[in-house]
């Protein structure tokens, strides 16, 4: 039994046991899909599945409620795979160990999968439990959101039949969103030339870790370190001076992970070796002061290695390490219409090295289209100055703000009543669904609402257990507070 089923709701934490037992890395969903639709099967749930995967399950309204208006409870299957470097865990093949911290559950070593992972085992709690009174009732699970948004660009007109969608994968218990971010991946990719490498020099792995990553949206504001900028800063700065040779450089692994770590193979001529350490240190001590308030874990290592790939000319070096420096990342801009929330970002996410190109993949993420499109121009200018290909791939809308929402207003009345206290009426600076569902379903309304998930995209993923039974309370609430049709 899972330690995880000692928590209330019990159905709720059990389903997720389950679902931390099937692995289910974006683009990996397939067996999570599968166990979803034996489950309903052996529940006499209707369910099917669209073109791109997505699966729909629909209940009956629970008697007496059938002509309450039809809500479409939605979560993705996929979840983010980070790890620590010292853990050994294949994504693809292993399960999520989930286990108590106090008032958290946690991961060991990985992240949780909690984003999207608890508002999907709420949905299916739903249909699980008699006792939650609702009325008609669809769910909607989706297929790679976090690398794309495969399952929401996939979903055709005319299959849901709700009128109200309730997306739970937002991360602040407390908090009801109406609106979101869009968002846009930039790749470039810098060609490459190599020399052979002369005798007299020295090889060294120089790693930059430690650092806590997080979710390039809802952690962008946070000032934490970026792996592959800080790394580049050292670079940029000390390659011509010391003569460093790079032999490969690469950093994070997806483009909506802030980057916890970097790694450059270099070489140095050996009187220079001294000196290249010394730097290193001090860099070291620089960044641990710079970043004292958020980074307490962050270390360079630089250590002897030995390869066999070729160095990059000077040229080339030079115009491969300007490029990163000056590549934006970060807060770009505050919104003046939403106090607080960031307005335009960008995440320097994957840096990547064959002998031919380097490929920088950043995720560009906007509350107004002419905030990303002017980000997307910063960032092809600077390819072309540096001769790099530059292409914008795979945008999503954002999901515009209704002040005038009657879910919204409900979801406020219902979260009043019940704990006393009027929820904030928030809008995210990540990449929600609800923006891609309005094109086929534009008069549908919707909101957001979910636990409280701290780390997310990271290691350091947590859940927080008190505020699980308060968002289950609040969306079982919500469910039978749904109105009649007109």
Known sequence: MSELSQLAPQPLWDIFATICSIPHPSYHEEALAQHILAWAEGRNIHAERDAVGNILLRKAATPGLENRKAVVLQAHLDMVPQKNNDTVHDFTTDPIQPYVDGDWVKARGTTLGADNGIGMASALAVLADDRVKHGPLEVLLTMTEESGMDGAFGLQPNWLQGDILINTDSEEEGEVYMGCAGGIDFITRLPLTRETLPAGLTTFKLTLKGLKGGHSGCDIHLGLGNANKLLARFLFQHAAKTDIRVL??????????????????????????????????????????????????????????????????????????????????????????????????????????????????????????????AVVGTLTALGQLAGAHTAPKGGYPGWKPDAHSPVMQLVRETYQKLFDTTPNVMVIHAGLECGLFKKPYPNMDMVSIGPTITGPHSPDEQVHIASVGRYWQLLTALLAAIPEKA
Request: with cysteine; proline share 3%; net charge negative.
């Open 248 to 373: 490969d450089l690469n950093g994070g692994t997806l483009r909506n992970a802030i980057p916890r770590e970097a790694f450059a193979t270099l070489a140095v001529p050996t009187g220079n070796v001294a000196t290249l350490k010394t730097l290193a240190e001090q860099y070291l001590a620089t960044l641990q002061h710079e970043l004292a308030a958020v980074e307490k874990n962050l270390t360079l290592v630089l250590e002897e290695t030995s390869s066999d790939a070729l160095p990059l000319t000077a040229e080339s070096r030079d115009r491969l390490l300007a490029l990163l420096n000056t590549t934006p990342n970060g807060v770009i801009r505050m919104s003046d219409e939403v106090k607080g929330v960031v307005e335009t970002s960008l995440n320097l996410g994957v840096v990547t090295m064959n002998a031919e190109q380097a490929e920088i993949v950043c995720l560009i993420r906007s509350l107004i289209d002419s905030g990303k499109d």
